[in-house]
Structures are given as structure tokens and as C-alpha cells.
Nanobody, 125 residues
Framework: QVQLVESGGGLVQTGGSLRLSCTASGLPFSRCDMAWFRQAPGKGREFVALIEWSDTNTYYADAVKGRFIISRDNTENTVYLQMGSLKPEDTGVYYC??????????????????WGQGTQVTVSS
């Protein structure tokens, strides 16, 4: 059974930082591209960042470029999202997702085979 479990969300003030973690089980983590998405109330799921299975390349949404860093530890089956200079518009539920070869655009949710349950991030102004 595949599980992706996010943690690290919370309430933070504008300009603050948070580090999200997503630990995977039941899938070949080291062979999966891993991504973070977020969803604000009343909006669709939005791509945030992706790290390739080989840890060679990373990709970011323009809205978070320069503020967020995605990384992974294949020995721990964990992907991280270090978030800095947080803004109220970063508020939402953050989900990690695994692409085990389904293919498709990296910003397209249908590309991903597995999803976590999400962790809430709230940035107060």
C-alpha cells in the first residue's frame, strides 16, 4: 500500500519560514519524480515545485522561485520543501505527489500517480 505522509505545516507570520516533509512508503521512491502542489480555498490545485528522481533537476513555479527550495533524501524516502519569505498568498493545503512514470506535464495534477493527504500552511499578514 502506497502512502505519502506530509508534515511540517502550521501558522507563520509574513516573512517567516517553514519546512515541509513528505515521507513515502510502498513505492520505489528513488525512481519517482516528486512534487509539491498547493490548494488555496476555492481554487484549484497549483504546482509549486518538482525534483527529479535522480536529484539532478528541480523546477519551480514562478510564484515561489527564489523563496522555496525542494530537496530529497532517497535513503529516507523523504522529500522536503523549505519555504522562506512567506506571504499570505502562500496560504493553502500543501500536498506532495509522486510520478512513477505516468508521464505528462509536471504542473498537471493528472501526471501524478500518488498523493498525500495534505498539510495546512497559513501565513498571517
Amino acid at each position: 500500500q502506497v502512502q505519502l505522509v506530509e508534515s511540517g505545516g502550521g501558522l507563520v507570520q509574513t516573512g517567516g519560514s517553514l519546512r515541509l516533509s513528505c515521507t513515502a512508503s510502498g513505492l520505489p521512491f528513488s525512481r519517482c519524480d516528486m512534487a509539491w502542489f498547493r490548494q488555496a480555498p476555492g481554487k484549484g490545485r497549483e504546482f509549486v515545485a518538482l525534483i527529479e528522481w535522480s536529484d539532478t533537476n528541480t523546477y519551480y513555479a514562478d510564484a515561489v522561485k527564489g523563496r522555496f527550495i525542494i530537496s530529497r533524501d532517497n535513503t529516507e524516502n523523504t522529500v522536503y520543501l523549505q519555504m522562506g519569505s512567506l506571504k499570505p498568498e502562500d496560504t493553502g493545503v500543501y500536498y506532495c505527489a509522486a510520478d512513477h512514470g505516468r508521464g505528462g506535464g509536471i504542473a498537471e495534477p493528472l501526471t501524478y500517480d500518488y498523493w498525500g493527504q495534505g498539510t495546512q500552511v497559513t501565513v498571517s499578514s
